[in-house]
């Protein structure tokens, strides 16, 4: 039984239909990619699965532009659609926005532990910062560091690393590497790589197809709110219509 099952996922926006149809499914410990033009659909995919778009329906309600949901999401056998997203993110599926920026004011480690005020103990949360630390070396040597004064990728990182202080049994991550330098970027993905190899699922959103294609065991094409192709990288890049058309490469 996979951990996570999407099941025929819709999301209306007023009268726009962004995901249509969208079934997917991620299993324990899996790495899964998700692909497909600008526009696609894949930031609402992640944020509809990890209970975002439900809280933005529940903001706007009333207010004009109603947003529509379908389908099921079940993430360890259980029904998590229609829970709130600090639920669903406390029974370890852990969703790192797109854009998602570090408090500025706050240190490193104060953002770290601002991510980890669920942990029950004191050597729990200490076992956790230890572990977002070993993942990504270069926040430790700034742990004192003031989060407005890193660099963009740094703070990119910084975000990364703060999803890592839940117990994440799977990490939904949107394009990490968005407008990053190419060095850090490499070193943004050898730390989702050792994310990966310590266990935790990772489904990641990424503009870059052959990055995603390095690191997935298995992805999914996304065009205009549906699950067009789905493979190996192998696979999907023995496909030329799909290579020509929507992977870009
Ligand atoms: N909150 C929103 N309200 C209305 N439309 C939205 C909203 N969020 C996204 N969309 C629309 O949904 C489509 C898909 O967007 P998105 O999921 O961000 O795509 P991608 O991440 O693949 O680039 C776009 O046309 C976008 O304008
Ligand atoms: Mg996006």
Same mark, same amino acid.
């Given at each position: 039984m996979p951990l996570l099952e999407v099941k025929d996922l819709g999301v209306r926006y007023d009268k726009a239909q962004?995901?249509?149809?969208v079934s997917l499914a991620v299993h324990d410990g899996e790495f899964v990619g998700i692909v497909g033009p600008n526009g696609a659909g894949k930031s609402t995919l992640l944020r509809a699965i990890s209970g975002l778009v439900r809280f933005e329906a529940r903001m706007k309600r009333?207010?004009?532009g109603d947003i529509v949901l379908a389908g099921e999401v079940r993430f360890g056998a259980e029904?998590?659609? @229609? #829970?709130p997203a600090h639920e669903i993110r406390r029974r370890g599926l852990v969703h790192c926005p797109e854009r998602r920026r570090p408090f500025?004011?706050?240190?490193v480690l104060e953002n770290l532990m601002a991510g980890a005020?669920?942990?029950?103990?004191g050597p729990e949360t200490q076992r956790r910062l230890e572990r977002s630390f070993a993942m990504f070396p270069r926040l430790a040597e700034r742990?004192?560091?003031?989060?407005?004064?890193?660099s963009g990728g740094e703070q990119q990182m910084l975000a990364t690393a703060r999803a890592l202080m839940y117990e994440a049994r799977l990490l939904a991550i949107d394009e990490?590497?968005? @407008? #990053?330098a190419p060095r850090i970027r490499e070193e943004l993905f050898a730390a989702i790589r050792r994310i990966h190899g310590a266990g935790t699922a990772v489904l990641l959103v990424e503009q870059e197809v052959g990055q995603v294609f390095r690191m997935a065991e298995r992805s999914y094409v996304l065009s205009q709110g549906r699950i067009i192709a789905q493979g190996s990288a192998r696979s999907l890049m023995a496909d030329e219509t799909l290579r020509a058309g929507y992977l870009g490469l």
């Amino acid at each position: 039984m996979p951990l996570l099952e999407v099941k025929d996922l819709g999301v209306r926006y007023d009268k726009a239909q962004i995901l249509n149809g969208v079934s997917l499914a991620v299993h324990d410990g899996e790495f899964v990619g998700i692909v497909g033009p600008n526009g696609a659909g894949k930031s609402t995919l992640l944020r509809a699965i990890s209970g975002l778009v439900r809280f933005e329906a529940r903001m706007k309600r009333g207010a004009g532009g109603d947003i529509v949901l379908a389908g099921e999401v079940r993430f360890g056998a259980e029904r998590i659609d @229609g #829970l709130p997203a600090h639920e669903i993110r406390r029974r370890g599926l852990v969703h790192c926005p797109e854009r998602r920026r570090p408090f500025r004011e706050l240190t490193v480690l104060e953002n770290l532990m601002a991510g980890a005020f669920l942990s029950k103990s004191g050597p729990e949360t200490q076992r956790r910062l230890e572990r977002s630390f070993a993942m990504f070396p270069r926040l430790a040597e700034r742990k004192d560091q003031i989060a407005g004064t890193l660099s963009g990728g740094e703070q990119q990182m910084l975000a990364t690393a703060r999803a890592l202080m839940y117990e994440a049994r799977l990490l939904a991550i949107d394009e990490p590497s968005l @407008g #990053l330098a190419p060095r850090i970027r490499e070193e943004l993905f050898a730390a989702i790589r050792r994310i990966h190899g310590a266990g935790t699922a990772v489904l990641l959103v990424e503009q870059e197809v052959g990055q995603v294609f390095r690191m997935a065991e298995r992805s999914y094409v996304l065009s205009q709110g549906r699950i067009i192709a789905q493979g190996s990288a192998r696979s999907l890049m023995a496909d030329e219509t799909l290579r020509a058309g929507y992977l870009g490469l």
